[in-house]
Every structure is written in structure tokens, then in C-alpha cells.
């Protein structure tokens, strides 16, 4: 793990304009920087970036943090790689903290991992500049010079062991446990890949973590991946990632192809917006990176039964990682086709077409579903309830969810609470509850409805109370810390414990009392107190507190918080008296709080209370 103490010292260090101008284009309005907001779409600049706060805050989606944020949202990168790739910027090395579980990347086997992969790049790369036949294959299939650079293709000679030429320690055990050589029974060495157009599969970070293999004739099999290493697990990456990060913003949406010539050639004709599975179905982890680049997924399989039983694994993996805020799609191109010949006989405009029009996760679910379903049986139409069942309560969007069990209940003509009471689901997305046939005209539901609100409207916040303004006062002028009794906060709520927190990491030094918004936020970002922080933090930049009245405001805070206090003791005290009466130094403590709560009155430093 790494030192809190780094991360707050890194973050001094760099400036997030500079952090972020390195992917958006920012222009300076007053105080702050602002772009279009790469989390969604808009035509008028709305993300604000502040060089005084260190934090970005998006007015239009909320989207907000500090640079350690931005790179895991934008890049899609964990946090401990972009906390490296912010210490790379700021040439600092990374130092890790021992713990009961540390976790340590940069290891010497590691990094030999890492060389011996670089080296092999390097190494298949020069290979095809005087390989002819690889480059008339590749020429065949329409890929220029340019994007092989761009995806850094590469050659495997027909060769037992090739890699000799690259390595002059062929027996060298990082070789072995990249996956670049087998070993067999005797001991004896040769290369994994031979005779292969080399793809090279790179991690966010750049680096090149595995390979695949495409053979230039008709042997098999077609593809040979890397064997999972510790550099390397299939299920966790995407090949062209990288290189689409930006084009999945462009576009809007990320396509899911299945193999690395799909990828190629999709970008060959312009279209980068493409990633490709390792050899793998689609996981739910795949899913989740690709929504934290774009709010719209559209999976491209062939076809035929292979491609839509490849979509069924890929819906089926989709479920627990849907929201309410993104679509997931489907686009089923003609049997003879796959997305390379697609898009080279009938262009990249016929494609986006297709992809713009691609069936929604939900209508392809209901279709698969009704397949093998007689709906105009009562057998079919039970059975429809039955196959749907497993898959639709793992969906964790609600109001997805209640979308689809309304379809399933319209095909199996069961009512919408019978489906929900079969799937042992409750009565979710009603805007309140439906009354029974039998009520008198006298009958009152037990909910009032909900004020509707116009379209675009935003509800109106509750104000804040007491202990919520002084949090948000105090991540505005964090120093106001080290001026809080801490024994004045209340701790029934999560904003009193987040306040405590940041009172207690000022006062032990473990936060400096001018740190910036995105410092303080991030300091506690793997705590139980990271999402109260964030959600007052994005609050308080759409409505800050005018600084020159934060100082009569703190004041005034602060005495309503000790009259609060005030006020519960004395209702403790008094409960407690007319329950079991009162110890003679209880009935002076409460004596004494009554005059003081007088006093406090009379001064007209608060209100009665």
C-alpha cells in the first residue's frame, strides 16, 4: 500500500490544470479553468477545474475529485497506477508501506517480466520490417504501415527459437514465466509464438503485458494468446484499449469486438472506438472498465449460432454491472461477415450506421427469452417467467429491472406485482402505492404522491444542517479544523463522523491545515468517510460560501452547535428526572446548563431553544 503521507505530498506537488490539460483542452474563465465534460456529452463547457481547490467539479453531471480522480475516470486507470502515473509526472518514486497484505508492482521478477515483454516487442517488430510475406499478408488485409506503428504489430520467423537472436540468456526464467517459451519434458526450450502476425497487448499503462498470435496461413489454431502470467489475466484486459480511450470519448461509445484484425481494421477505416476480448468471453470486469470510458457499450458479434451464443455469455455478464444511467447494446452483422469484412466491403459510414442502430440489451433479452416460448400456450407463457427469472434478479439497475419485468409480465399476461412477487422482488419504481379494488371512496393511501418535477429540473437540496455546514465550511477553509472542539460534534450521522475525521487527522498533523479541496477529499478516499466527503465537496463548488462571511458564519455555526449540545443535556438530564429523579450533582449540572442556555439567550448570541 502506499503512505497517505506520499499521496498528500504528491498532490501538493502537481497542479491538476496541468494534470488534466494534458487530455482536455482548458481555457481560463476568472479563477478557474473550464472544457466540455469528457463524462458526458455536451455542447457548452460546463467541468470546472480549480488550480486553488486542486479539485475539478463538472456542473452538468457532478462529476467531480482530484487529479488521482480524473486519471481513474478518464484512463479507467486503479488508484495505485494513477498515483504512479501522477509520480512519474512529478519524477517521484513511488515507496510502499508494509502491511498484512502488501502490494508491491514493481518487484524485481516483476520488472523482469516486464523487460523480457519490451524486449520481445521490440524484437517481433524488427522482425516483420524483413518479413515480405507477413507484410504482403498484412497488405492483403488492408492494414497501412501506419496503423501497425500505431498498434505495434509485429512478426514471428518460422523459427524454434528465435528469441535466441533478442536474448542472450535464452534460459533466463522471466522467459519461461512471461509465457514467451515452453519448456518441454526434456528440459529443452523453443518459442511459443512462430510463424505469427504478432499483436501486442498493452495494460493502461503502455506496457506490454502479452501477446496474440495470428498464423498467416490456414493452420490452427487461428489464434495463440499468451498463457495467463502474473503480468497477464484475460479476463481483466482488452486489446486496443489504449489506443481507443480517446475515440470511445469522440464517438460517445466503445464497441466490443472479438478478435485483434477486427480491431485493426475497424481503425483502419476510422473507426477507433473498438476493443477486442483475449481469447475469453466478456466479463462483468470488462464491462465495468469500458462504462468508466463511455456510457454506451455495443457488443459486435458474427451472425451465426457461434456469435449469438457468444451474446448470450456477454448479456449474462452484463446484468450485475448494468445501470440506470447506460445503455448496453447489440449489433449482429450478417453471417458471412465479421467487422473486418464488414467494414472493408461496405465502408466505416455502414458500419457506425449499424452500430448506432444496434438492438438494446433489454430487447435482445426479451427476444432471446421468448425464443423457445409458445406465448400463445399457458405452458410457453409460465415458462417465459421461469427462464427469466435467474437472469432478470440479477440485475441491479432498478429501474431497468422494473422496465423488464413489466415486458415480461405484458408477453405472460401475469400481472406486474405477480411477476415481482414470483421473483421475490418488491413493488420497486411506484411513485406511490397502488390501492386495492375494494377501497371505499373515504380510502386515503398511506403515502402521499410525489411532486413531479418539470423536465431538467433538479430537485431542490435540503439545506444543510448545523454539523453539514461546518464540514463544508471546513473543506472550504480546511485551517477553520483546528479551530472545532471536537467534543461539540455530534457523531449520529456520517457528516459529524467525516467532521471528527478531518478534525483529528489536522490536529495530529496527518493533514496540513491550507491543503486544497482535492488533497482533503482524497485523503480519505478508501475510508468510510470518502463518499460523504465527495457528495459535500461536489455540493459546496455549485454553491459556495461568499468568504467574507465564511468568518461570521463559522462563528454563528459553532455557538448553534454548542447550543445544540447544550440542549441535549439538558434533555438527557431532564428525562432522566422525571424517569428516576436526579443525583444531588446531577440536579447542579442541570441547574447550571439552564442559566448558561439563559444567558446565551438573553445575549441574543442564539435563539431559544
Not at 495 to 508: F, H, K, P, W, Y
Request: aromatic share 6%.
Amino acid at each position: 500500500m502506499i503512505p497517505q503521507s506520499f499521496i498528500q505530498d504528491l498532490l501538493a506537488r502537481i497542479d491538476i490544470v496541468d494534470v488534466i490539460e494534458r487530455h482536455l483542452p482548458l481555457k481560463k474563465g476568472g479563477a478557474n479553468y473550464f472544457a466540455c465534460c469528457p463524462f458526458h456529452g455536451e455542447k457548452s463547457p460546463s467541468f470546472s477545474v480549480s488550480p486553488t481547490k486542486q479539485f475539478y467539479h463538472c456542473f452538468g453531471c457532478g462529476a467531480h475529485g482530484s487529479a488521482v480522480g480524473f486519471l481513474m475516470e478518464y484512463s479507467g486507470l486503479p488508484f495505485v497506477e494513477a498515483v504512479k502515473e501522477l509520480a512519474a509526472q512529478a519524477g517521484l518514486q513511488v515507496p510502499q508501506e508494509r502491511g498484512p497484505n502488501p502490494r508491491n508492482d514493481t518487484n524485481p521478477a516483476q520488472a523482469a517480466l516486464i523487460e523480457a515483454m519490451t524486449v520481445a516487442a521490440r524484437h517481433y517488430r524488427d522482425q516483420l520490417r524483413q518479413a515480405s510475406a507477413a507484410i504482403d499478408y498484412l497488405k492483403r488485409r488492408g492494414v497501412s504501415g501506419e496503423i501497425a506503428a500505431r498498434f505495434g504489430i509485429g512478426y514471428a520467423p518460422d523459427d524454434w527459437q528465435g528469441l535466441r537472436n533478442s536474448f542472450p540468456d535464452y534460459d533466463a526464467k522471466a522467459l519461461l514465466e512471461a509465457g514467451l517459451v515452453i519448456e518441454n519434458e526434456a528440459g529443452r526450450r523453443y518459442d511459443r509464438f512462430r510463424n505469427r502476425i504478432m499483436f501486442p497487448i498493452q495494460d493502461r499503462r503502455g506496457r506490454v503485458i502479452a501477446f496474440g498470435g495470428r498464423v498467416l496461413d490456414s493452420g490452427e489454431p487461428k489464434y495463440l494468446n499468451s498463457p495467463e502470467t502474473p503480468l497477464f489475466e484475460k479476463g481483466r484486459e482488452l486489446y486496443g484499449l489504449l489506443q481507443a480511450q480517446k475515440s470511445i470519448r469522440d464517438a460517445g461509445h466503445a464497441i466490443v469486438v472479438e478478435g485483434y484484425m477486427d480491431v485493426v481494421a475497424l481503425a483502419q477505416h476510422g473507426i477507433g472506438n473498438s476493443v477486442a476480448t483475449l481469447g475469453t468471453a466478456t466479463t462483468t470486469h470488462h464491462i465495468n472498465v469500458l462504462l468508466r470510458q463511455s456510457r454506451r457499450v455495443v457488443f459486435c458479434f458474427d451472425g451465426d449460432a457461434a456469435g449469438r451464443k457468444a451474446a448470450r455469455r456477454a448479456l449474462e455478464s452484463s446484468l450485475e454491472a448494468l445501470r440506470d444511467d447506460v445503455t448496453l447494446a447489440f449489433l449482429f452483422l450478417p453471417e458471412q461477415h465479421d467487422p473486418d469484412s464488414f467494414v472493408r466491403a461496405h465502408g466505416a459510414e455502414a458500419f457506425r450506421q449499424a452500430a448506432d442502430a444496434a438492438t438494446t440489451l433489454t430487447n435482445f433479452l426479451l427476444r432471446e427469452l421468448q425464443t423457445d416460448c409458445a406465448l400463445d400456450t399457458a405452458e410457453g407463457r409460465a415458462r417465459l417467467v421461469h427462464e427469466a427469472k435467474p437472469l432478470v434478479t440479477r440485475i441491479t439497475a432498478p429501474m431497468l429491472r422494473l422496465q423488464i419485468v413489466k415486458s415480461i409480465a405484458e408477453a405472460s399476461q401475469f400481472s406486474q406485482s405477480e411477476i415481482e412477487r414470483a421473483y421475490g422482488l418488491s413493488a420497486e419504481g411506484r411513485e406511490w402505492p397502488v390501492e386495492h379494488a375494494d377501497a371505499g371512496p373515504h380510502h386515503h393511501p398511506t403515502t402521499t404522491p410525489p411532486r413531479r418535477l418539470a423536465p431538467g429540473m433538479r430537485p431542490r437540496r435540503k439545506p444543510p444542517s448545523t454539523v453539514g455546514t461546518l464540514l463544508r465550511l471546513v473543506l472550504q477553509h480546511p485551517a477553520l479544523a483546528a479551530r472545532l472542539p471536537v467534543d461539540l460534534v455530534p457523531t449520529m450521522n456520517a457528516e459529524g463522523e467525516a467532521l471528527v475525521a478531518i478534525i483529528d487527522a489536522t490536529n495530529t498533523g496527518d493533514l496540513a491545515a491550507n491543503v486544497g479541496l482535492g488533497p482533503l477529499v482524497e485523503r480519505f478516499r478508501e475510508t468510510p468517510h470518502g463518499k460523504t466527503l465527495a457528495k459535500a465537496a461536489g455540493e459546496l463548488v455549485e454553491a459556495e460560501f461568499d468568504d467574507a462571511i465564511v468568518e461570521i458564519l463559522f462563528e454563528d455555526t459553532l455557538r448553534k452547535l454548542h447550543a445544540d449540545a447544550l440542549a441535549r443535556e439538558i434533555d438527557g438530564l431532564t428525562a432522566r428526572e422525571r424517569e428516576s429523579g436526579l443525583s444531588p450533582i446531577e440536579r447542579h449540572r442541570l441547574a447550571a446548563l439552564l442559566i448558561e442556555k439563559m444567558n446565551l439567550v438573553n445575549l441574543g448570541k442564539v435563539q431559544d431553544f
